[in-house]
């Protein structure tokens, strides 16, 4: 039995992912119950687009232009699968933009249910016909139907932070810079950035003055542009390998102390820290 109260807590869970509000997806939605379940994800942030309004058959339903310009408008189409829309296979496969098109019916862990075939007049035929695709009417399907809506939205917007790094990184990959510590490595194997000297590799020590003396002669001989502090560490020793050079220096964190823990804190760490890359290098 499903309680009504564990329910609700897990639906208030679910709805609380990491939305960054100006990267919301332009997302269509089949069917009315499949809509509700991803317009309860996105409240809030954004609206869906319903695909079918009304009354209309899903089984023999014949698009109008407008329905079709907004499936090619659309990042993200969520539907159940040829076994309920089956006039949405030949549109779909004829798009020619690179819409993430997400089959509801084939989410991990649901419920499938199939008709008893003596129950029909017919035999043979396609095994999919025999499949209910009403999944929704199973309120734990819901569950792991709202899991999966949650998990293809955020990625959605995984992709666009990584597409606006790319842009704001892309032109930097040959310019060499020094950091306080090497907490950078994912990011900079990431996107190709080159990294050439370390001040500190354990922050917890001190570096020793032959390491410091030879950090300054590798700047100089390799150019480097940037050499970026943290916020945490004292900036003694930046200031002194910095002293009479054209070094320019600029702030890294990768903790994000300096912000406000949420759900927002992971976009924001990673647009500053693509900010500060491309001020401090491309100045």
């Not at 819409?99 to 862990?109: A, R």
């Not at 994912?186 to 020793?208: A, Q, T």
Request: hydrophobic share 45%; aromatic share 10%.
């Amino acid at each position: 039995m499903i309680h009504r109260a564990g329910l609700l807590h897990f639906w208030m869970v679910l709805l609380f992912f990491p939305w960054n509000v100006e990267a919301v997806p332009k997302v269509v939605v089949s069917i009315k119950p499949l809509h509700s379940l991803v317009s309860g994800v996105m409240e809030g942030v954004g609206e869906p687009s319903l695909l079918l309004e009304g009354n209309a058959s899903v089984h023999i339903y014949s698009m109008r232009p407008s329905e079709v310009s907004m499936l090619q408008q659309a990042e993200l189409f969520f539907w159940v699968g040829p076994q309920l829309e089956t006039f949405l296979e030949k549109p779909l496969a004829s798009l020619t933009h690179s819409m993430i098109s997400v089959e509801m019916i084939e989410t991990e862990g649901l419920q499938i249910h199939r008709y008893e075939k003596k129950s029909f007049w017919i035999s043979g035929g396609d095994e999919r016909n025999f499949i209910d695709p009403h999944l929704w009417l199973d309120p734990w399907n819901a569950i792991r139907m709202v899991q999966r809506i949650s998990q293809e939205l955020t990625e959605v917007e995984l992709k666009r932070l990584d597409q606006h790094l790319e842009q704001d990184l892309g032109a930097l990959k040959q310019k060499p810079f020094a950091v306080f510590h090497p907490a950078y490595t994912y990011l900079e194997k990431r996107f190709d950035l080159m990294r050439v000297g370390v001040v500190n590799i354990h922050p917890e020590r001190p570096p020793g003055a032959r390491h410091l003396a030879k950090l300054r002669r590798m700047m100089q001989q390799n150019g480097i542009e940037c050499l970026f502090r943290e916020p945490q560490f004292e900036p003694r020793l930046i200031d002194m390998l910095l002293q009479g050079t054209k070094v320019r220096s600029a702030v890294l964190g990768p903790l994000g102390a300096e912000l406000d823990a949420g759900p927002e804190l992971y976009f924001t760490l990673l647009r500053n820290l693509g900010k500060s890359f491309r001020q401090c290098l491309d100045s």
